[in-house]
């Protein structure tokens, strides 16, 4: 069961439900800053109090891209 990953710098897009569902899943690294969209639960219920670190300097825009696209639910934390 996947409990870590890591998004290469070169991935432009996430698609719907990729990783939801992925009980197990507590820290995802977000290297990419080419990220043109994220698909809708993307990461829903992944496992409660998890992370997703995305690059300081696309923390805003990537903040609003899974708030828009329901990526993923209240209790998942977007950090830099």
Known sequence: SLS???IPAKVTSIGS??????????TVTLKSSKLKKIG?????NIKKG???KVP????KKYK?????AKA?????????
């Not at 809708?40 to 829903?44: E, L, P, Q, S």
């Not at 993923?72 to 830099?80: V, Y």
């Open 17 to 26: 439900s990729a990783f939801g569902r992925c009980s197990k899943l507590k």
């Open 4 to 6: 870590k990953i890591t």
């Open 64 to 68: 609003q891209m899974f708030k828009k």
């Open 56 to 59: 300081k300097s696309k923390y």
């Open 50 to 52: 998890a992370s997703i």
């Open 72 to 80: 993923c639910d209240g209790k998942t934390k977007i950090k830099k």
């Open 40 to 44: 809708k639960g993307a990461f829903v």
